[in-house]
């Protein structure tokens, strides 16, 4: 599974990004899809994920009612859309897939794409 994330940049305090990440190469076992950050001096935490059909989310409670994840299976395609966004969210997001996503909750994953920086001013 090659994952490869887009969408990161600039925002004021308040402000919103979507971040995507196209999936290729997938197998045939079902994965969850997942968003992770990781700020400076930080491990990488865990933002939210998603099952492949959709119908499963859990969000870290840092973001819980501000960011919003979906996914586009006829496009093999997870976002995650950001409002509200505060200074305390820049950092590295990345995106992430395993077959287990308890594992996830702990901001491990089995495939990885690149991170994308998401900066936020105050």
């Known amino acids: 599974v090659q994952l490869q994330a887009s969408g990161g940049g600039l925002v004021q305090a308040g402000g919103s990004l979507r971040l995507s990440c196209a999936a290729s190469?997938?197998?045939?076992?079902?994965?969850?899809m997942g968003w992770f950050r990781q700020a400076p001096g930080k491990e990488r935490e865990f933002v939210a994920r998603i099952s492949q059909s959709g119908g499963s989310l859990y969000y870290a409670d840092s973001v819980k009612g501000r960011f919003t994840i979906s996914i586009d299976n006829a496009k093999n395609t997870v976002y995650l859309r950001m409002n509200s966004l505060k200074p305390e969210d820049s950092a590295i997001y990345y995106c992430?897939?395993?077959?287990?996503?308890?594992?996830?909750?702990?901001?491990?994953?089995?495939?990885w794409g690149q991170g994308t920086q998401v900066t936020v001013s105050s």
């Open positions: 190469g997938r197998s045939s076992s079902t994965y969850y």
């Open positions: 992430g897939a395993d077959a287990n996503p308890s594992m996830m909750l702990g901001g491990r994953a089995t495939y």
